[in-house]
């Protein structure tokens, strides 16, 4: 049932950013059809998400499901700002990692990690998948952020701009984004804190010690931003910093653990 689930999730993950691309690249106008197959193919992945993360019965996260998890929200919370916001372009990049990561359940091995019946270490969990999840959608803003300013500054690649919100908007989210999922991440390490209890025999410091320098980094952005104003390529470089330890300390550690280490 997973193998049916997750394929036919990335087939219309597939027709889905294939409609979108014709639309983003050409005139072609199918939006009830995108909304429809996006729709799809976001039930789909819930599916999914729901299959592989239960082991008999209990929560459990693997490398492979902790990233059908992660592009999971990130596609769903994607697809809602674009709603809003008409930004194709980060609907466009959601559908491409949900694909890839769903078609990692196929190549590595559907390693599950011990099954959690701490209903606070659970929560701990949730929390983290949802900082992660905003502040993953933050960062692919700031990158998009980026190219934007630079394209801007050489005049290039104007055609593209009316898949973007305007620039401005675009960095006012990022920041909206930032301060949502560093409070979400700030919850996240004081539940971890609580409710895990022996770091060193669950081989936790170092995604510990990397969440929590990418903790201080965020809040340095955040102070700068609310009492300084700050804002341009130095924050929003800082804030690609700052993610690229968080991801590395929750999926590095669970790769090495899980697949290296077996």
């Avoid at 980060?90 to 190549?107: K, Q």
């Avoid at 700031?142 to 300013?149: C, E, N, R, S």
Wanted: with cysteine; charged share 10%; glycine share 6%.
């Amino acid at each position: 049932m997973d193998t049916l689930i997750i394929t036919l999730s990335i087939l219309f993950y597939a027709a889905s950013l294939f409609l979108l691309l014709n639309k983003m690249l050409s005139s072609y106008k199918a939006a009830k059809a995108f909304n429809i197959t996006s729709v799809i193919a976001l039930l789909l992945h819930s599916a999914a998400v729901y299959q592989i993360t239960l082991d008999n019965g209990q929560f459990s996260l693997g490398l492979t499901s902790a990233l059908v998890v992660t592009s999971c929200t990130v596609s769903i919370l994607s697809f809602f700002i674009h709603l809003k916001d008409r930004f194709k372009a980060l609907v466009a990049i959601a559908w491409a990692w949900s694909i890839v990561t769903l078609g990692l359940y196929f190549v590595l091995p559907p390693l599950h990690a011990a099954g959690h019946t701490n209903y606070l270490l659970a929560t701990h969990i949730i929390l983290s998948i949802g900082a992660y999840t905003v502040i993953a959608v933050a960062t692919l803003e700031a990158l998009f952020t980026l190219i934007l300013d630079q394209m801007l500054k050489r005049r290039k690649g104007i055609v593209f701009f009316s898949h973007f919100p305007p620039l401005q908007s675009l960095e006012s989210h990022f920041f909206l984004m930032l301060y949502f999922g560093q409070f979400l991440l700030t919850i996240s390490l004081i539940s971890g804190f609580v409710a895990v209890e022996d770091f060193f025999a669950q081989h936790l410091v170092h995604k510990s010690v990397l969440s929590l320098v990418s903790w201080g980094i965020f809040s340095v952005l955040i102070l700068g931003r609310t009492f300084a104003k700050w804002r341009g390529p130095v924050v929003l470089k800082w804030s690609l910093v700052a993610f690229t330890l968080t991801f590395i300390g929750y999926f590095g550690s669970k790769f090495v653990l899980q697949i290296v280490l077996g």
